[in-house]
Nanobody
Framework: QVQLAESGGGLVQAGGSLKLSCVVS????????TGWFRQAPGKEREFVAA?????GSTYYADSVKGRFTISRDNAVYLQMNSLKPEDTAVYYC????????WGQGTQVTVSS
């Protein structure tokens, strides 16, 4: 089992920045990567960014490339810059594959 706990969401104006954190614990060696997904109201959950557990590979959705940065030390972080209203969503920390583990989610709201 892998446990995930997010923090760092909130309300920010367009153009601002937020940093999300996710504490990962448990059998972390059993998953390939940790990362972030998001789900906006009325939309499906979508991939945002991921970092292989070895740290050698990073992956980003086209919509966030150049604005968001994923990193890890004692937690997995998502630094979000130049935020847009369309970034408004519940952000979920994720670990996997081969199994999927999810955090409880943290709300990010970007006002125009």
């Amino acid at each position: 089992q892998v446990q995930l706990a997010e923090s760092g969401g909130g309300l920010v104006q367009a153009g601002g920045s937020l940093k999300l954190s996710c504490v990962v614990s448990g059998r972390t060696f059993s998953v390939y990567a940790t990362g972030w997904f998001r789900q906006a109201p009325g939309k499906e959950r979508e991939f945002v960014a991921a970092l292989s557990w070895s740290g050698g590979s990073t992956y980003y959705a086209d919509s966030v490339k150049g604005r968001f940065t994923i990193s890890r030390d004692n937690a997995v972080y998502l630094q979000m810059n130049s935020l847009k209203p369309e970034d408004t969503a519940v952000y979920y920390c994720h670990a996997g594959p081969p199994n999927d583990y999810w955090g409880q989610g943290t709300q990010v709201t970007v006002s125009s």
